[in-house]
């Protein structure tokens, strides 16, 4: 709903039928708006956070997000995760700030996400997590892993390999992977072009 409500829009909203007006705390009516809300007997109401979201699924929810964080639309909103840097380029990235964005495995079905933290160096790092998924994956850089938490299987040419927490997981470019994590898997990502 705008923040300004004039008479106008509550005559459009009566024309489609609605009785009930949604505002924010900070929604301004116009007294005219006042009057016509009235002579028509509709009444407005404050939205609270579960009404803003009835009758969406999370499907359109999520794609909804999606859609503004390419736009950038969420960006002064949602920082990926809190830092602080030094004019020489050293930077502390305060890993419990973190913000995971969804990977894109090819597979609706997958759930996993990463954030990377140091992109604009020749060495890009970041997180990654994997939950209950299994996916193929090419390495498109040298990448090296470290398992942070859980349980990790990778296998190539149909060789199977585990790691745990604690292990680091190298990768050549080019190699073709495939993921599967039973629970959840917390990774540190370092990768080389």
Same mark, same amino acid.
């Given at each position: 709903?705008?923040?300004?409500?004039?008479?106008?829009?509550?005559?459009?909203?009566?024309?489609?039928?609605?009785?009930?007006?949604?505002?924010?705390?900070?929604?301004?009516?116009?007294?005219?708006?006042?009057?016509?809300?009235?002579?028509?007997?509709?009444?407005?109401?404050?939205?609270?956070?579960?009404?803003?979201? &009835? +009758?969406?699924? @999370?499907?359109? $929810?999520?794609?909804?997000?999606?859609?503004?964080?390419?736009?950038?639309? /969420?960006?002064?909103?949602?920082?990926?995760?809190?830092?602080?840097?030094?004019?020489?380029?050293?930077?502390?990235?305060?890993?419990?700030?973190?913000?995971?964005?969804?990977?894109?495995?090819?597979?609706?079905?997958?759930?996993?996400?990463?954030?990377?933290?140091?992109?604009?160096?020749?060495?890009?790092?970041?997180?990654?997590?994997?939950?209950?998924?299994?996916?193929?994956?090419?390495?498109?850089?040298?990448?090296?892993?470290?398992?942070? &938490? +859980?349980?990790? @299987?990778?296998? $190539?040419?149909?060789?199977?390999?585990?790691?745990?927490?604690?292990?680091? /997981?190298?990768?050549?470019?080019?190699?073709?992977?495939?993921?599967?994590?039973?629970?959840?898997?917390?990774?540190?990502?370092?990768?080389?072009?």
């Amino acid at each position: 709903m705008p923040n300004l409500i004039c008479a106008k829009d509550v005559e459009n909203l009566h024309a489609q039928g609605k009785q009930t007006i949604c505002i924010s705390s900070k929604t301004i009516i116009t007294p005219a708006a006042r009057d016509a809300a009235e002579s028509m007997s509709m009444q407005f109401t404050e939205a609270s956070e579960a009404d803003l979201f &009835d +009758g969406m699924d @999370s499907e359109k $929810i999520s794609r909804i997000m999606k859609i503004m964080l390419e736009r950038g639309l /969420l960006s002064e909103i949602l920082k990926p995760y809190e830092a602080e840097s030094h004019t020489c380029g050293f930077k502390v990235i305060r890993g419990k700030t973190v913000q995971m964005e969804i990977l894109e495995t090819g597979h609706p079905e997958a759930k996993a996400f990463y954030q990377e933290v140091t992109g604009d160096q020749a060495v890009h790092s970041g997180f990654l997590t994997i939950e209950d998924s299994r996916f193929d994956w090419t390495i498109e850089c040298e990448e090296h892993n470290y398992i942070i &938490d +859980g349980c990790i @299987s990778v296998t $190539i040419d149909g060789k199977r390999f585990t790691a745990y927490a604690g292990d680091v /997981l190298y990768f050549p470019q080019g190699t073709k992977v495939i993921w599967e994590a039973a629970g959840k898997v917390k990774i540190f990502y370092a990768t080389h072009p």
